[in-house]
């Protein structure tokens, strides 16, 4: 029986390449070199065969257009989407728990900003610090994403186990519920926890459009580096714009803020602090 015509990766031309390149550049600022055409191709495949395309030109066309918000949307998703882990990086959290919840005790209220949240777990380890060290609820976490895929797959908040490894025993067994059944081999975070996270698409580079008020703290860790220095100044600067006088904003262990004319003070490498 014929099942339709095989799955073709598209081959991508320079001519491709650099159309794309404009459009991710324009929506969403990111940079895409022309290095990561077989990225393209493995990201793009799949869904250009559902729809019947052969070219990659005719999926450009078709996302481009006016009224192709919904499928450009859905190739944004399928650009961005990346794989992350709970309490990554750790020595961010250490830090957290270590000097800046405890100083911050007197504090009345804490409001603290997951940037880049991909699928939801630097949020909930957030939020985990956060209820164990300020259990009176004092605290919310705000978390963002370019992708609607991701913000859906971190609102449901269920996690294979292997995802939660590096979960402090503790805090694995306060916070997390072991799937039984069709859901075994995977762990929710509980629902007291959840309620206290709110999710919510966001565009690092055109934040103007929403007002969604200042923040304690901002972490802003491992999406700069998908941006040419132009747009990492530029981001940087609106999401510092958010942050409260003596607050922080942390970025990746590999990201750097090197170059830009920022009113920071380097806490350590990655953990900057705003002045007051």
Same mark, same amino acid.
């Given at each position: ?17 650099? !159309? ?8 969403? &600022? ?12 493995? #990201?793009?495949? $799949? ?6 395309? #052969? ?14 918000? *919904? ?19 750790? $020595? ?22 997951? *940037?880049? $949240? ?36 971190? #609102? ?5 186990? *292997? ?44 934040? &103007? ?36 006088? &003596? ?9 750097? !803020? ?19």
């Amino acid at each position: 029986m014929n099942s339709g015509p095989a799955l073709v990766e598209p081959d991508v031309s320079d001519r491709e390449m650099l !159309l794309f390149q404009q459009l991710f550049k324009q929506h969403i &600022g990111l940079h895409l070199p022309v290095s990561k055409k077989a990225l393209l191709q493995s #990201r793009l495949g $799949s869904r250009m065969h559902e729809l019947g395309l #052969r070219q990659l030109s005719q999926y450009h066309a078709l996302i481009a257009a006016d009224d192709g918000g *919904a499928e450009r949307q859905r190739a944004i998703d399928l650009i961005t989407t990346n794989e992350t882990y709970f309490f990554r990086e750790q $020595s961010h959290f250490d830090f957290l728990g270590n000097e800046l919840l405890p100083a911050w005790s007197s504090v009345k209220t804490l409001r603290v900003w997951s *940037a880049a $949240s991909s699928t939801g777990e630097e949020a909930y380890t957030l939020s985990m610090l956060l209820d164990h060290y300020r259990p009176d609820g004092s605290w919310s976490v705000f978390a963002s994403d370019i992708s609607t895929r991701v913000l859906s797959f971190a #609102r449901r908040a269920l996690y294979p186990m *292997a995802r939660g490894q590096n979960i402090p025993r503790q805090y694995l067994k306060r916070y997390c519920l072991r799937g039984t059944a069709e859901y075994e081999g995977h762990f929710l975070v509980e629902g007291t926890l959840r309620r206290k996270v709110e999710f919510a698409q966001r565009n690092l580079t055109d934040l &103007g459009a929403f007002d969604d008020g200042s923040f304690d703290l901002i972490f802003l860790r491992n999406v700069i580096i998908y941006f040419d220095f132009p747009t990492k100044v530029q981001v940087v600067s609106d999401v510092l714009s958010r942050l409260r006088p &003596g607050g922080y904003l942390v970025v990746g262990h590999s990201e750097s !803020l090197h170059g830009m004319n920022l009113a920071l003070e380097m806490h350590s490498p990655s953990i900057y602090r705003k002045p007051e």
